[in-house]
């Protein structure tokens, strides 16, 4: 796995050295956020915040609002998970406003989502909340219909108000999340079964054993197990 971690950031650096070379602008300023992208995985989140950061400078000089804004969300990932929540949300606070302004609903409702963590991350429950509450709204809005991120929401809703503990919020928000969560599984073994895969199908009972269980339904729960 770290090999090919490794393959991924060399195949970028070599994207780099080619836009480079042929003097594209925007496509350097391209190799270098998905070079970001893959030292994110490593994780070298060092080396992810400075080529994420001549990104988002080459994005600038060319007028890329759009691939900007996305640079400053991935610099916004990168510092919070080198545990650096507030200048995490100046980022995610940057690519708010430009995903707002170019009329990107959906990097509007993720933002909206990772504010929620790093406001949560530094115990700001409330605020945390707040956030939750706009990435749960864009999730369901008709232009966006989002709903893997829906359950995302609803399960950040639930540790949140758990958090406060306002417990029964809390029930309220898990179950909603768990009723999606199981809406997922039972495609997941569908498409399983459909296409042979015994391991895949396998992990699929178990998740979908998991959900019932949480939801207290242990009959159904003992039949999948």
Known sequence: MVDEKLEAVEQRMLELAIAISVEDRYREGKAHFDLGGAYLNLPDYQQAIKTFAQAFHIFIEIGCRAEEGSAYGNLGIAYFRRGNFKQAIEYYEKDLSIAKEVGNRAGEGSTYGNLGIAYFSLGNFKQAIEYYEKHLNLSIAKEVGNRASEGSAYGNLGIAYFSLGN??????????????????????????KEVGNRAGEGLAYGKLG????????????IELF
């Open 210 to 221: 998991n959900a019932y269980l949480s939801l207290r339904n242990f009959k159904k729960a």
């Open 167 to 192: 417990f029964k919020q809390a029930i309220e928000y898990y179950e909603k999340h768990l009723s999606i969560a199981k809406e997922y599984y039972e495609k997941d073994l569908s498409i399983a």
